[in-house]
């Protein structure tokens, strides 16, 4: 299968990620007034990659995810959640073959966390933990080892909270909606309504390109299509159901373009290649 280059590139390396200052919005102005949790993962540079490094416990519901990024490359906290009993070297091996399109084992599922951040950098976002066993990875290297990731263990009831913002992005197959979205930082309520998993990518587009030459420059494998890869930016995957609050910044008002590059649970092309790319215009 041919792998638009560029896009791999940055979607695994980003390395002119512009990031969002970390502004944590607590509970000001929710609906709901529930007391979040915080939990706080470090990447940091290892001999064989970047190791991901966290709290071993948390309590289930509302709880604020940071990712503080001492690794000297851009980096990411991808949560996974496991059903039953499996190894780390299980989980990595998976991971590693999520990242080739390669299918997911039944008891593997994308539990979200922070998308891509730079060298030094921060970002937060806020989740609904449900209980049960996770691990966290950073994605940004092709292949990962059992030993840079971290166990999380999350106990209690299952939660009855809800997240709230202003602005939503729905990913499902094969397409984005997307609503209140306004130039600047906007704290957005990101949600996988559909039944594969889903990350979203965001890049302006770049002079009139349409929606379908983005498309045909991505399945063509072409070096430079019309997107403005040095100013995209990730998310994490979120699997069926998951929802969390991001913040995503739309620097410059304009047309931008969403795009998904996670495979189907039975493995195959990255869903760009099915047509998962929308056009938004943010004003
Ligand atoms: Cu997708």
Redesign the pocket.
Known sequence: MKVCRAVLRAVFLVALLVLVPTAVAACGGDETSDESQSIVFIASNADNGIAVTGPPTAESGRTEISLNNESEKAADLQLLRVEGDHSADEVAAALTGATRGQPLPDWFFAGGGVGLTGPGESQTVTQILEPGTYYAFDTNSRTTSPELGSELTVSGDPSDQTLEADATVS?F??DFKADGLTTGDNEVLFENT?S????VIYAPIVGDATRSEIEKAIREDQAQPPIDLENERATAVLDSGGRQLVDLDFAEPGRYALL???SDRQGGP??AFKG?IAEVDVE
């Open positions: 990913a197959e094969y559909g594969q998993p889903h990350h998904c590059f996670v990255p869903h998962m």
